[in-house]
């Protein structure tokens, strides 16, 4: 009884439940999910590029160990995923990307059976998406920039780039 309201107990208690990481054409995710709400520290690395995320208070445990297996061969952002007890309160994941990204990061609280969660989402960066002017049309479509869209669309005609009838 004493166990479980120290700390060593605490800490016991609190442990990622589920990961999942999938790919879409447009970002890439990784949820985290866990029975308490999670504490993180983010930052990137170069050559290779890598996300490295910290998690205060956790333990490593076989859900987080089998994180590497989560991604996929056709992941466009995420090359590969390890894990590893950075101290003796801390969990580290990094990231391996295949290019460089904007990484989008949040907590969600529990709903619907499922508990607390961090979000990792993994889009272009912006010089990678102003550099391509047709990431850039998607981009203004999905932000609902009609009017920066048509001007785009007219771009992409001008250099010959192929776009979505159904954009037109």
Request: hydrophobic share 40%; glycine share 4%; charged share 25%.
């Amino acid at each position: 009884m004493l166990l479980s309201v120290s700390r060593v107990g605490m800490a016991a208690k609190s442990h990622i439940v589920a990961v999942r990481i999938w790919p879409s054409s447009t970002y890439s995710r990784m949820t985290l999910e866990s029975n308490v709400p999670l504490k993180y520290k983010q930052f990137a690395l170069s050559h290779p590029e890598r996300l490295v995320i910290d998690i205060d208070g956790l333990h490593l445990n076989p859900v987080l160990k089998g994180v590497d297996k989560q991604v996929r061969v056709d992941d466009p952002f995420i090359k590969n995923a390890r894990v590893g007890q950075f101290d003796s309160n801390t969990v580290r994941i990094v990231l391996e990307l295949k290019r460089n990204v904007s990484p989008k990061i949040f907590s969600l609280n529990p709903v619907a059976g499922i508990k607390h969660r961090l979000v990792v989402d993994l889009y272009p960066s912006q010089n990678h998406v102003e550099d391509d002017p047709l990431l850039a049309l998607l981009k203004d479509y999905n932000q609902g920039d009609l009017e920066k869209t048509s001007q785009r669309k007219r771009h992409c005609r001008v250099k010959r780039v192929a776009i979505d009838p159904l954009l037109s």
